[in-house]
Structures are given as C-alpha cells and as structure tokens.
C-alpha cells in the first residue's frame, strides 16, 4: 500500500464524491439488528488477505452512536478515524461524518462520510444497508473507482459479517 500511496500523492486531490454500497441480511428484526450495532466493538477475526493488502485492518470502535453530535473513535491496525454522528433514527438509521482520518492511506482515498441503514424484511428479519462516501485520488478514475468499490464492499461486509457473531 505504501507504494500507492506514493503514486497517489502525484495526482490532484479528486474533489468527487464517490459512493460504495452494501446491503447484508440479518435473520433477527431491525430493533435486535440495532442493539448489535450499538454494542458491537470489535472486529472478531482478521480480514481476507486483499483487503490486509489494501487497506489497514478495523480492530475497534469506542464512543456512543446513538447521540447526534457524538465523537466515534474507530481504531484500525497502524491508524484511526474520528467520525461524529449527524443523524440518529433508533431502529433504523444512523449517519455520520468523517472528521479525522489516520490511515495511511490519505493520498489514496480519503473518507468523508457514511451511514448505517436497517430495514424490515418480508421474513421478519432485516437487511442492513452500510454506505460509504470517499474521494478516490487514483487516477485513472475508471479504473481506480472499480478497485475501491471492491475494496469497501470487502471491508462492509468484514464489518457486517463481525456483527453477526454475538
């Protein structure tokens, strides 16, 4: 990754916002769905060895995310993010905002934003909706944007699937 983020570090700053998305089923209802999201820390096993490649690991996440306006600490291996919280709706929707980003991976892709949407199923289950707003600094741009959608559908549902284990 090193060896991208110094090719990247040759291009303009992309202002475009670029957005990934991943929807994962879950067999509980949104309101059990919710409780998992709030408590869920950690991360339980390490990621495929792509995204070890690509991007630094999520080990943890620290603050309530459930107040508008709240800091979020996510640590990563080698790295963290601040995120706050712009938007809550119990149940169903939280969002925020990227404030700091310590990655190691800034002159590739910077995060500005996401949320977290729940969603009734048919089969009294849920579907969770995580999105991901960035700007990608790769360039060429068709080709880079194919790369950090697969890279951030693998890091959802690294992060979706660690839900899942109670």
């Excluded at 991943?22 to 820390?41: I, K, S």
């Excluded at 939280?94 to 892709?109: A, H, M, N, P, T």
């Excluded at 995580?130 to 700007?135: D, F, W």
Aim: charge should be positive.
């Amino acid at each position: 990754m090193r060896a991208l983020s110094r090719i990247g570090r040759i291009f303009k700053r992309n202002e475009q916002v670029d957005v990934a998305e991943t929807r994962v089923h879950f067999d509980e209802p949104p309101t059990a769905v919710w409780q998992r999201m709030l408590f869920y820390e950690e991360v339980p096993r390490r990621p495929m060895w792509l995204l070890r490649w690509f991007l630094p690991a999520p080990i943890r996440t620290r603050g309530e995310k459930t107040r508008v306006g709240a800091v979020i600490e996510c640590e990563y291996e080698n790295g963290f993010l601040e995120k706050c919280i712009t938007a809550v709706e119990p149940a169903r929707s939280v969002s925020f905002d990227v404030r700091v980003q310590k990655l190691g991976i800034e002159d590739c892709i910077s995060m500005d934003g996401g949320s977290y949407e729940l969603l009734p199923s048919d089969n009294g289950g849920s579907d969770v909706v995580l999105m991901t707003r960035y700007h990608g600094h790769l360039r060429p741009r068709w080709l880079w944007l194919r790369v950090e959608r697969l890279l951030a559908h693998r890091l959802h549902r690294h992060i979706l699937d660690g839900m899942r284990t109670p």
